[in-house]
């Protein structure tokens, strides 16, 4: 099992840059896949980005291809969302998740683990 930490949320004005960072309990990290999604309010949790256990995959949604990317330091049981170019339609709450295999199925339900998010507001 793993317990999942998101942090580096908050305000920043549209085009500013953001990192958020999500750091992963227990000594297993390494054997996960890692995805960040987001929930803008009054809207269903979306696909961001996603990394494979060794770094060796990554996709993103449409909406933020050129604009953010997804890294992991398996070494600090961290995964990271660098973030630029924000736009006032990228304010959500920051979620990170985990699951065991990777695919191009990036549904929620395939996903195992899930932090408690972090909420991210670009202002305009």
């Known amino acids: 099992q793993v317990q999942l930490v998101e942090s580096g949320g908050g305000l920043v004005q549209a085009g500013g840059s953001l990192r958020l960072s999500c750091a992963a309990s227990?000594?297993?990290?390494?054997?996960?896949?890692m995805a960040w999604f987001r929930q803008a309010p009054g809207k269903e949790r979306e696909f961001v980005a996603t990394i494979s256990r060794l770094s060796l995959r990554t996709d993103y949604a449409d909406s933020v291809k050129g604009r953010f990317t997804i890294s992991r330091d398996n070494a600090k049981n961290t995964v990271y969302l660098e973030m630029g170019s924000l736009k006032s339609e990228d304010t959500a709450v920051y979620y990170c998740?985990?699951?065991?295999?990777?695919?191009?199925?990036?549904?929620?339900?395939?996903?195992?683990?899930w932090g408690q998010g972090t909420q991210v507001t670009v202002s305009s």
């Open positions: 998740a985990a699951r065991t295999g990777y695919s191009n199925d990036y549904t929620m339900d395939q996903f195992d683990y």
């Open positions: 227990g000594r297993t990290f390494g054997s996960y896949a």
